[in-house]
C-alpha cells in the first residue's frame, strides 16, 4: 500500500510522541489512520480511567487509614467527626481530578471538540468536589461545635445552611461560566438584570435566613426548648432549627414542622422560663355548689377540730370571733351577725395548709388558694403553687395527688362539688 507524503509526515509526527505510540502501532498493523485515531483514544482514555481508579483506590485507603490511626490516638472527637462526615474520602479524589485534568489533552488531542468538552466537565466537577469538601469540613464544625455544652442548643445549622448556599450559587454561576465560556465577572454582571426572579425564588430562603438571625439573636428558640404553637399543632421540644424550617418533636413523638419565619411574625410559647426555674406551676380549679356554703356553728366548729391541720387555726379563729362579738354586744341568734366562720373559708384554709405542708411543693415560690368569681358552674377555688420536680411524668403525679386528697376532704366540711344534673331519657 502506497501512502502518500503528507500521510508519511504526520503519522511520523505521531510516531515521535509517546502519547501516539498505540497508534503507531495500528497503524504498522495495517489500520486506517482514522480508525487507529479512535482507537487509540479509547485505548488511551480506558488505560487513563483504569489508572485514575486505581490511584483514587490507594490514596482513599491510605488517608481513611491515616485518619483512623489518629483518631484512636486522639483525645478530641473532631477527628472522628472527620471521618464520619466523608472528608478524607472527598479530599481523596483530588489527586486523581488532578491526573485527569494532566492527561485528558494528551489522551483526546486528535478530537479538539471532545476534548474541550471534558475539560469543561472535569472543570465543573473540580467545583462541585471543591463543595463537597467544603460541606464536609462544615458538617463536620457543626457537629462538633453541638457536642460543645454553651452551643449544643444555639441554630448552627442555619448558619451552615446559609454558607452553603453561598456557596453553591457561586459553584453554579461559576460552572455556568465555564460551560458558556463567558468570563465569571462578565456573567455577575449579566445577573443583575435577572435579580428579582432569583429573589423571588428564594424568597423563602431570604425570609429564613433573616428569620434565623433574628431568632439567634433575640434568644427567642434554641434546640431543646419546649415550644407550643397552636397554629401548627406543635406542642414539644425543639429537636432542629434550619435556615427553612424547626421541627419539634412533640410529647406523642410526632414531628411537627414550622416555617423559621413564623416564628417571629406569629405568636407562640416558649416554656424555658419554667424550666430554668425552681418549680413547674399548679393552676388549677374546682367548683363548689353555691347553695352548700353557709355559716359554721359551734358544734359545727368542734368537729371540724377533730382535723389536725386546721385546729390551731379553728382555735385561733373562734376566740378572735368570740372576743370581738361580745364586745360589740353582737346578736348572735341569727347567724349572719357579727364575725363568723364559714365551711367555705376553713375550707379554703385546710387547702392552703395542706399546699403549704405538702413535700412536693416549692416553698420558695408562690403558694396561694384563692377564691375567683363566681359562675354559672359554681364557685371556683383555685390552687396557685409550684411543683419542685419539673418532669412532666413527676408533676402530672404531684397535681394528681393534691386534687385527689382535696377532692377526697370536700364533704368533710359540708361542701359539694358541682357537677351538672344528669339526663334522663323519657320514657
Known amino acids: 500500500m502506497i501512502q502518500s507524503e503528507d500521510t508519511i509526515n504526520i503519522t511520523s509526527e505521531k510516531a515521535t ?3 501516539h505510540w498505540v497508534f503507531d502501532k495500528l497503524i504498522e498493523y495495517g489500520v486506517s489512520e482514522q480508525a487507529a485515531e479512535y482507537l487509540n483514544m479509547i485505548i488511551l482514555l480506558v488505560g487513563l480511567l483504569i489508572i485514575i481508579f486505581i490511584v483514587d483506590v490507594i490514596i482513599r485507603k491510605i488517608l481513611i487509614g491515616a485518619f483512623t490511626q489518629f483518631a484512636k490516638r486522639s483525645k478530641t472527637n473532631f477527628d472522628d467527626l472527620l471521618i464520619s462526615n466523608k472528608v478524607p474520602r472527598n479530599i481523596a ?9 494532566e492527561f485528558v489533552p494528551d489522551v483526546l488531542a ?6 474541550i468538552i471534558v475539560e469543561k466537565g472535569l472543570k465543573v466537577f473540580a467545583i462541585v468536589l471543591t463543595l463537597w469538601i467544603a460541606r464536609s469540613l462544615l458538617n463536620t464544625v457543626k457537629d462538633y461545635l453541638k457536642t460543645l455544652p454553651r452551643l449544643k442548643d444555639k441554630p448552627i445549622d442555619s448558619y451552615i445552611q446559609v454558607f452553603m448556599i453561598f456557596a453553591w450559587l457561586g459553584g453554579i454561576m461559576s460552572a455556568i461560566a465555564i460551560i458558556t465560556g463567558i468570563p465569571f465577572l462578565k456573567f455577575l454582571t449579566g445577573l443583575g438584570a435577572i435579580s428579582a426572579v432569583i429573589i423571588l425564588v428564594f424568597k423563602d430562603t431570604i425570609l429564613g435566613f433573616v428569620a434565623s438571625i433574628q431568632v439567634s439573636i433575640n434568644d427567642m428558640v434554641r434546640i431543646g426548648d419546649w415550644i407550643t404553637f397552636e397554629k401548627y399543632g406543635a406542642d414539644g421540644d425543639v429537636i432542629e432549627i434550619t ?20 416564628l417571629i411574625s406569629e405568636s407562640f410559647k416558649n416554656w424555658r422560663g419554667m424550666t430554668n426555674s425552681d418549680g413547674r406551676r399548679i393552676k388549677r380549679s374546682l367548683n363548689i355548689k353555691q347553695d352548700t356554703i353557709k355559716c359554721l356553728s359551734d358544734i359545727d366548729i368542734e368537729s371540724l377540730k377533730k382535723i389536725d391541720l386546721i385546729k390551731p387555726y379553728l382555735e385561733a379563729s373562734q376566740k378572735d370571733i368570740s372576743t370581738f362579738n361580745t364586745s360589740n354586744d353582737i346578736n348572735k341568734e341569727i347567724p349572719l351577725n357579727g364575725r363568723n366562720l364559714t365551711n367555705i373559708g376553713v375550707f379554703r384554709k385546710y387547702v392552703q395548709e395542706y399546699i403549704e405542708n405538702h413535700s412536693a411543693i416549692n416553698k420558695d415560690m408562690t403558694i396561694m388558694v384563692r377564691q375567683l368569681a363566681p359562675t354559672s358552674e359554681g364557685l371556683p377555688i383555685e390552687i396557685y403553687a409550684f411543683s419542685s420536680d419539673k418532669r412532666w411524668v413527676n408533676y402530672e403525679y404531684v397535681m394528681a395527688d393534691i386534687f385527689d386528697h382535696v377532692l377526697a ?19
Open 409 to 427: 376532704a370536700v364533704p368533710y366540711f359540708d361542701l359539694e362539688i358541682f357537677e351538672f344534673p344528669t339526663k334522663f331519657p323519657k320514657n
Open 17 to 19: 510522541t509517546l502519547k
Open 93 to 101: 479524589h483530588i489527586v486523581p481530578l488532578l491526573i485527569a485534568l
Open 110 to 115: 486528535d478530537f479538539y471538540n471532545f476534548e
Open 243 to 262: 435556615l427553612a424550617t424547626v421541627k419539634v418533636q412533640n410529647f406523642d413523638k410526632t414531628i411537627t414542622t414550622i416555617p423559621t419565619y413564623a
